[in-house]
């Protein structure tokens, strides 16, 4: 099952990014079967709603394009009486952006209470019994070094991610991509981002939150 919700998020991405525009062809079912583990009547469901949806075309002895109604398609899916949810996806690709660009702020404006937050977000972390528990002090962390810019606006931003966190496709997903080994991997990342944090040492910090970016949507998303 994520495999297949892998792969519609891959799309979706590739179609609101535009890296596949109207005409794009895209990759053929054995290579969607391929890379992400699926059969190929998987694929082919996939591949069946986003049709539906008027978001890619299928050219019998051709192959599978992007439509050319790509554009409005998803403009109209978006606006849909407010029904469409952000999906994981999106919220990755913003969270690789906003986060790693408020590293410098933090480090400029962090205090000592900031840095107690952040600590105790990953205690509290480390020592959750649930995987509930973990993403919600997981949520918290980011939350912490987001507020530690003194920013109101950028503290806005972030809650409103993590109420998006709360929406039940990334649950789901979540719950499905987690092991301890995992968990113990993103523990680790954080301890690290809060360490270069401290230190004020900012292109550490960088490097290590996309990093930690990274992975999480790696094993989130399988891309």
Same mark, same amino acid.
């Given at each position: 099952?994520?495999?297949?919700?892998?792969? +519609? !998020?891959?799309?979706?991405?590739?179609?609101?990014?535009?890296?596949?525009r #109207?005409g %794009?062809?895209?990759?053929?079912e054995r290579?969607?079967?391929?890379?992400?583990?699926?059969?190929?009547s998987?694929?082919?469901?996939?591949? #069946?709603?986003? =049709?539906? /949806?008027?978001?890619?075309?299928?050219?019998v $002895?051709s192959g599978?394009y992007?439509?050319?109604?790509v554009?409005?398609?998803l #403009?109209a899916?978006?606006?849909? @009486?407010?029904q469409?949810?952000t999906?994981p996806?999106?919220?990755?690709?913003?969270?690789?952006?906003?986060e790693?660009?408020? @590293?410098?702020?933090?480090?400029?404006?962090?205090t000592?209470?900031?840095?107690?937050?952040?600590?105790?977000?990953?205690? =509290? $972390? !480390?020592a959750? =019994?649930?995987? !509930?528990?973990?993403?919600?002090?997981?949520?918290?962390?980011?939350?912490?070094?987001?507020?530690?810019?003194?920013?109101?606006?950028?503290? /806005?931003?972030?809650?409103?991610?993590?109420?998006? +966190? !709360?929406?039940?496709?990334?649950? #789901?997903?979540k719950?499905?991509?987690?092991?301890?080994?995992?968990?113990?991997?993103?523990?680790?990342? %954080?301890?690290?981002?809060v360490a270069a944090?401290?230190?004020?040492?900012?292109a +550490?910090a960088?490097?290590l939150?996309?990093a930690?970016?990274? %992975? @999480?949507?790696?094993?989130?998303l399988?891309?």
């Amino acid at each position: 099952m994520d495999s297949a919700v892998a792969l +519609r !998020e891959a799309i979706l991405e590739n179609l609101r990014s535009r890296q596949w525009r #109207a005409g %794009h062809r895209i990759p053929t079912e054995r290579e969607l079967s391929g890379q992400f583990g699926l059969s190929r009547s998987a694929v082919r469901r996939v591949l #069946a709603d986003m =049709k539906d /949806k008027r978001l890619i075309v299928q050219t019998v $002895g051709s192959g599978t394009y992007v439509s050319d109604e790509v554009n409005e398609a998803l #403009a109209a899916a978006a606006s849909s @009486v407010g029904q469409l949810p952000t999906s994981p996806a999106e919220l990755m690709s913003a969270r690789a952006v906003l986060e790693p660009a408020i @590293v410098a702020m933090v480090v400029g404006n962090a205090t000592s209470l900031d840095f107690a937050r952040m600590n105790e977000c990953c205690d =509290k $972390g !480390e020592a959750a =019994k649930t995987l !509930e528990q973990f993403e919600h002090w997981d949520a918290q962390l980011h939350e912490a070094i987001a507020d530690a810019a003194h920013n109101s606006f950028i503290s /806005k931003v972030f809650r409103l991610m993590n109420q998006v +966190r !709360e929406q039940g496709e990334w649950g #789901a997903l979540k719950r499905r991509s987690a092991t301890p080994e995992r968990r113990r991997e993103y523990q680790s990342e %954080h301890r690290a981002l809060v360490a270069a944090l401290q230190d004020r040492d900012g292109a +550490r910090a960088t490097a290590l939150c996309l990093a930690h970016l990274d %992975h @999480v949507r790696r094993n989130l998303l399988g891309f």
